[in-house]
Every structure is written in structure tokens, then in C-alpha cells.
């Protein structure tokens, strides 16, 4: 089946970007929101507005579908007018969600029974990426559908894998985020001893991350936090989340991983101090507030 219409639930801050890609591309869109006023420049491009997600499901093609938490991805794909509730057959559900994988293997079995394809793609690279078209995007699924729905990950993303089955989209994504906890602590850290040590933070970011230390956090991240530019790429509150999970998925393989412990305790901490709307770069301010004069 060819792809022409395509439902979109959920236009945060990086759905929105993301979604409006598909739009440019020639791509009829049905969207839903909880709040509408967020999806007012795809509407302004010409979206259509649903009531809710089962009315999108009903108009698409492709459904995509990128909200905060596991519980959000239950209500819009499995409530009472959610996603399965109005899907055709023979349609695809892409769930872009960082989420649980053991969700996501549900998902895509209760859906398979209605002869509906799902992958679990969620993606990384925060609004950068999103506005720009240049998200990694990690799937999980049949090899078919993911090649089905290739031309659209490519207007929103440039660094897209198939990782396997059902799930591995997510635990991939839970790699990523393990990777980025620990990394942001050598952020902060050294932004903040920069600072101390009365360095320049935009001329010390300019050399340290061209050379063995070079990160995408640090290049991307750095320059915000030297202009004291917290604005959420990326909730902490969801990154939290997301440590969460990938705690509970270690406990169950029997694994300790201690590094990411330590850094969810950080951003617990960032949350407890009023962070948690912030960007995940925010840890700067609660490292700044522990080593105050």
C-alpha cells in the first residue's frame, strides 16, 4: 500500500519539527494533540486537526505517534479512541516514543492481530535534530515495513537503522540515553571548572571539542550553557523517564550499570529543585548551586 495520508499524535517540541517535515514533503497530515494550540503551525501548513487519535487513525495511511510517557503511549495507541480503536487494515503504526520495549512487543502483537504493521522507532538528537531534518532514528519491526516507511524517516532524520525485531528500537534508544547520562556529568563538570578558572566557556567548547574529548553534548549543549540558555532540547522530566526505564530493563537482565544510577540521582536532584521543565543541560545549575560560595 502506498503511503499518502499520515497521522500525527503528538506536536511537542519535537514532533512538531518533525511532523512538518512530512508535511514539505507532500505528505497529506491528520493531527491530534491534548493541547491544540501546540499544533497550530501544522495546521497553518495545511494539516487537519482530529478530535482524537482514533479519528486519525481513520484518515492515515501511517500513523506516527510521539507523546511524553509509557502511560501516554497506552492511552493514545490501546485507550478507548486510541490509534487501534480506528486503524485500517493493512495501515502501519510508527511509535516514536522513547518507551519500554516490553510495550512496544505488546503493541506490536495486539496490532499484528488487526493485520496492522508497527515499528518502535524512537529518535535522538533532540530540537537540533528535529528542526533540521537530522535526527538518529532507531527501529525495531518487520524488515518490510521499516523499508515501507524509509522515504519518510529520511525528511526527518540521516542516521536511520533497522536493529531487529520488535523492541529493539527501544533498546537501542536506551543505549543512547545510558550513554548521554554519564556523558553530560563530564559536561557540566568541566564547563563549570572552565568558569571557575576564569577560562573563556565558548573558546575552551571551540578547542576541547575538536579534539579526543569532542562530543555531541558537549558541542551542542556547551555553547547554550555558556550563554546561560536552558530552554528544554529535551525535558529533564522525560530524561528521567527514561532512566527509569532502562534501570528497570537492567534489573531484569541482572545487569549494574552504577554510572547511570549516579546520574539519575543527579537529575532526581534537578527535578527536586525545580528543573524539571528545563533542559537536560539544566544539570549545569544544580552543579553550580552545589559548589556555591
Given at each position: 500500500m502506498a503511503i499518502k495520508n499520515?497521522?500525527?499524535?503528538?506536536?511537542?517540541?519535537?514532533?512538531?519539527?518533525?511532523?512538518?517535515?512530512?508535511?514539505?514533503?507532500?505528505?497529506?497530515?491528520?493531527?491530534?494533540?491534548?493541547?491544540?494550540?501546540?499544533?497550530k503551525d501544522l495546521l497553518e501548513a495545511g494539516a487537519t486537526w482530529c478530535e482524537n487519535p482514533m479519528e486519525v487513525a481513520r484518515n492515515s495511511d501511517c500513523v506516527f505517534t510521539i507523546v511524553g510517557y509509557p502511560a501516554d503511549v497506552e492511552e493514545v495507541i490501546l485507550g478507548e479512541t486510541g490509534v487501534l480503536a480506528g486503524i485500517k487494515a493493512g495501515s502501519i503504526l510508527v511509535e516514536m516514543t522513547t518507551s519500554e520495549p516490553t510495550l512496544a512487543k505488546g503493541i506490536f502483537e495486539q496490532a499484528k492481530a488487526k493485520k496492522v504493521s508497527v515499528l518502535d522507532a524512537p529518535v535522538s538528537g533532540?530540537?537540533?535534530?528535529?528542526?533540521?531534518?537530522?535526527?538518529?532514528?532507531m527501529v525495531g519491526g518487520e524488515r518490510g515495513t521499516f523499508d515501507q516507511v524509509m522515504p519518510l524517516f529520511k525528511l526527518m532524520g540521516e542516521n536511520i537503522a533497522y536493529m531487529g525485531p520488535a523492541g529493539a528500537g527501544q533498546h537501542t534508544k536506551m543505549c543512547n540515553q545510558i550513554h548521554i547520562a554519564t556523558t553530560m556529568i563530564g559536561v557540566v563538570e568541566c564547563l563549570l571548572y572552565a568558569y571557575k578558572a576564569g577560562v573563556n566557556l565558548e573558546e575552551m567548547i571551540a578547542v576541547v571539542g575538536s579534539g579526543a574529548a569532542a562530543s555531541w553534548s558537549l558541542n551542542n549543549y556547551g555553547p547554550r550553557i555558556a550563554k546561560r540558555n536552558f530552554d528544554p532540547g529535551?525535558?529533564?522530566?522525560?530524561?528521567?523517564?527514561?532512566?527509569?526505564?532502562?534501570?528497570?530493563?537492567?534489573?531484569?537482565?541482572?545487569?549494574?550499570?552504577?554510572?547511570?544510577?549516579?546520574?539519575?540521582?543527579?537529575?532526581?536532584?534537578?527535578?527536586?529543585?525545580?528543573?524539571?521543565?528545563?533542559?537536560?543541560?539544566?544539570?549545569?545549575?544544580?552543579?553550580?548551586?552545589?559548589?556555591?560560595?
Open positions: 499520515i497521522g500525527w499524535i503528538g506536536t511537542g517540541v519535537m514532533g512538531r519539527s518533525m511532523c512538518l517535515h512530512l508535511i514539505k514533503g507532500g505528505y497529506a497530515a491528520f493531527v491530534y494533540n491534548r493541547t491544540k494550540s501546540k499544533a533532540g530540537d537540533v535534530g528535529a528542526r533540521s531534518g537530522k535526527l538518529a532514528i529535551f525535558f529533564i522530566k522525560h530524561f528521567v523517564k527514561d532512566m527509569d526505564i532502562a534501570l528497570k530493563e537492567a534489573r531484569r537482565m541482572k545487569i549494574s550499570l552504577p554510572g547511570l544510577a549516579l546520574a539519575h540521582q543527579f537529575y532526581v536532584s534537578a527535578m527536586a529543585i525545580g528543573l524539571e521543565n528545563m533542559g537536560t543541560h539544566s544539570l549545569y545549575k544544580l552543579f553550580e548551586r552545589m559548589n556555591q560560595e
